[in-house]
């Protein structure tokens, strides 16, 4: 018989941005492993496999071709390549429902059970399934009940591994992750399939920074980070709103309480909101969990961090209204970003998107223009596409325009001339900083009427 080549074989259903940058890094670090990325999306396998991958990610593809072909590999053959694996990892899309129960709050698990029984169907042997998707605090026992329902006396043992990578960073965040969290049952075999995902990543990262607990604590952790990350954002956004009123600037006062070591000063950042596939998506179902449980001061508490967020975007529009005498109508408005973050072209709940459909609604002439983000804007936007423009060059994109918006924190959007952006406007010219990152005082010399995030604003007029 020949020798078996790879130690391991590892398998992750689902090549989005969480299974492509994570398992990439897996192959990468651990040589003696076989790494197979599988997707119903035959498309996007496709681009995995070229050097135009299907997401763009700084570092991504340094990574992806240190390892494809290899020992990473990338198919649609799901059944076959579930029969072959040892541990397979589930990292498929977990959106929030749009119907039935639950609709706009709970987890829509579809995709994720659709993969259960797959699972169920090709195995001819004991696996180790690892929720790496994020979900809702006890579906490991639903997926044990679906998987274990068999007679061939194949067992599965279901662990949840979730991932915390943020996008625009993930190869550094999994390459030096702050913690990686593995949750299984506390039984012989638990603790067993615990200690082999434990194994996987000590290739890597310091044994100490990765944490065990059981499987309950691990689902939920998950959701939980989260939650207290997106609630950072709306209590900064909150007093962002107090210090318009009252002459504070919002930077001062991040500064001010982050230097208390019990506050911290990351992810202190007023914005125009915070946006992203999860942090909604998550906390609406952390809301829907403690409403089922009957924990309703709980679920309440949590659907104002949505709130506020919310709250935080129309308010921008509403102070670009109020700025430009009360009527956009007309005027042209450059949008600078969509994505939701710098450093990627995901634009999954963008800020962007909000205040682009309401700037549309009340008649403004938008352009937008972003690095990585157009594509994806244009199908976000697919229903007005007449009304609005695309512009790769940020400085034809201002031309002729009354307003800028700064909507993402692109560094490209730091360096730019405004001088000559300005020169080319039409005044007066308005800018608003919706993330706080250029120089105000330097555009309010130029000419420009400035209005930043938490900021007094800086007007000629
Ligand atoms: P994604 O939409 O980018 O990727 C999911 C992939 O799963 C898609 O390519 C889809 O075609 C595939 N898929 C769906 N059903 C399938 C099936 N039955 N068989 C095979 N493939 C299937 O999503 P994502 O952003 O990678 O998120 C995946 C999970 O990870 C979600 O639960 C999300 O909450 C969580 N998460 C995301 C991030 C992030 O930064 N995007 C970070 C941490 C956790
Ligand atoms: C977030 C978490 O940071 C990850 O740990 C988690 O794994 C991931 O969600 C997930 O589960 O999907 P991500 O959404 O990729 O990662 O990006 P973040 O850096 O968290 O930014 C989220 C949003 O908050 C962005 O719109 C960002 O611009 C905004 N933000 C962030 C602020 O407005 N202010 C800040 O200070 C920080």
Redesign the pocket.
């Known amino acids: 018989m020949a020798e078996k080549k790879f130690s391991k074989n590892i398998l992750c ?7 492509g940058p994570t398992m990439a890094v897996i192959a990468a670090k651990c040589p003696h492993y076989k790494v197979t990325i ?4 035959a498309e ?1 396998i496709r681009q995995w496999q070229t050097d135009d991958l299907p ?1 763009y990610e700084p570092g991504l593809l340094d990574i992806v071709k240190q390892a494809r072909g290899r020992n990473l590999f990338f198919s649609t053959e ?1 059944e076959t390549n579930i029969t072959d694996a040892d541990i397979i990892f589930v ?4 959106p929030t429902k749009n119907f039935g129960e639950g609709a706009g709050k709970s987890a829509d698990l579809q ?1 994720w059970e ?2 259960a029984r ?1 699972i169920l169907k090709a195995s001819k042997s004991d696996k180790i399934i690892v929720e ?4 809702p605090v006890r579906t490991a026992s639903a997926m044990e009940r679906i998987v274990n329902s068999n007679d061939s006396g194949v067992h599965f043992e279901v662990v949840s591994n ?6 625009g960073t ?1 190869i550094m965040d999994l390459e030096q992750p702050d913690r990686v969290l593995i949750g299984s049952r506390e039984t012989d075999s638990g603790r067993k399939a615990r200690q082999e995902i434990v194994d996987i990543y000590a290739n890597w990262v310091p044994r100490e920074r990765i944490i065990t607990s059981n499987i309950w604590s691990s689902e939920l952790s ?1 959701l939980v980070a989260n939650a207290f990350l997106a609630q950072r954002i709306s209590s900064i956004n909150s007093i962002s709103a107090l210090c318009e009123k009252t002459e504070a600037d919002i930077s001062e006062v991040a500064y001010a309480i982050g230097m208390d070591s019990r506050i911290g000063s990351k992810f202190l950042n007023a914005s125009v909101g915070f946006g ?3 942090f909604k ?2 906390i609406l179902n952390l809301v829907y969990i403690a409403e089922s449980y009957g924990l309703r001061e709980v679920a309440e508490y949590w659907e104002n961090v949505i709130k506020i967020n919310e709250y935080q975007e129309n308010r921008f529009v509403r102070k670009m209204i109020a700025a430009m005498f009360n009527t956009i109508a007309g005027k042209r408005i450059a949008l600078f970003g969509f994505a939701f973050k710098a450093d990627t072209g ?1 634009t999954r709940e963008a800020p962007a998107i909000t205040v682009t459909r309401k700037l549309v609604e009340e008649h403004a002439q938008v352009v937008i223009t972003d690095p990585q983000a157009l594509p994806n804007a244009k199908k976000d936007l697919e229903d007005i596409l007449d009304r609005v423009e695309f512009e790769p060059d940020p400085y034809k994109a201002a031309l002729g325009t009354h307003a800028l918006g700064i909507l993402t924190e692109w560094d490209i959007y730091r360096t730019l001339d405004y001088r000559r952006i300005y020169d080319n406007m039409i005044k007066p010219a308005f800018i608003f900083d919706g993330r706080n990152i250029l120089d105000h005082d330097k555009l309010f010399e130029i000419g420009f009427n400035v209005y930043p995030i938490g900021k007094p604003a800086q007007s000629h007029i």
């Open positions: 259903i689902g090549a989005g941005y969480v299974g599988v997707d119903i999306n996007k997401i799901i990292s498929v899309n977990t995709y659709k993969t797959t790496k998707s994020t979900l979730p991932e915390f990578l943020a996008e993930a998950k992203g596939s999860c998506k998550d995901d």
